[in-house]
């Protein structure tokens, strides 16, 4: 559909990077409107990434019979939990290479936790609500960012050094990269365009779907 083919420009914002703690701000747009829940990350080119001792704990709800957040990035070693805040029982599952797994009719207030070791991207669904669809993004890095309702995200803590820059989108055809050498002093990189494809979620009605679970 010729409609549904948008150019998506990724402006990169205000790098300032400090001696040992660089800070990373992107503006993403589709068109002048910005777009939230793309995923930025910084993978260093030159030296290897140690994973934390701890990794933060990370929550995806099934809220309201939706996935909450819809977007989520985590380092690679992240275990994620999913408690069901709704009055129903959902089925998530997932079919995606880094990480396939079912957690088959669960109730309200249940909650179960799934270990995320490998990078990739991770579409969760629901076998009871077709509508229910979210993202984890499994990254080799401890240097990511999600953009806002406003376009903006921002990486901090990476030192000076080369890096593979990467976006994600639910609505990328495929994910966009290139080599960036952020130091000190250092200009952004040029902005650059990206296709976008139609978004894939399924609108649902304003009451939910009718006589539905
Ligand atoms: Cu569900």
Not at 73 to 86: C, E, I, K, Q
Not at 136 to 152: E, H, R, Y
Not at 172 to 191: C, D, F, H, Q
Request: aromatic fraction near 8%.
């Amino acid at each position: 559909m010729r409609s549904s083919r948008f150019i998506f420009l990724l402006v990169l914002t205000g790098l300032a990077l400090r001696a040992a703690d660089g800070s990373l701000t992107v503006r993403v747009q589709h068109g002048q409107l910005p777009l939230a829940d793309a995923v930025v990350s910084l993978t260093p080119l030159d030296t290897t990434v140690s994973p934390p001792a701890v990794f933060p704990e990370v929550t995806i709800a099934q809220e309201d019979k939706e996935f909450d957040p819809y977007v989520t990035p985590v380092m690679a070693g992240t275990r994620v939990s999913f408690p069901n805040r709704d009055n129903v029982q959902h089925h998530i599952y997932s079919l995606s290479k880094p990480k396939r797994f079912e957690k088959p009719l669960y109730a309200s207030g249940a909650s179960e936790s799934v270990l995320f070791d490998l990078p990739g991207i991770v579409a969760l669904g629901c076998n009871i609500h077709d509508w229910m669809i979210g993202y984890i993004v499994i990254l080799p890095t401890p240097w990511f960012a999600k953009s806002d309702t406003g376009g903006g995200a921002v990486v901090s803590g990476f030192p000076a050094g080369r890096y593979r820059l990467e976006v994600w989108h639910p609505r990328l055809a495929k994910p966009v990269s290139r080599e960036i050498t952020l130091a000190a002093g250092e200009n952004p990189p040029e902005p650059f365009t990206l296709q976008l494809k139609p978004d894939r979620r399924i609108r649902r009605t304003t009451d939910g779907r009718p006589g539905g679970y």
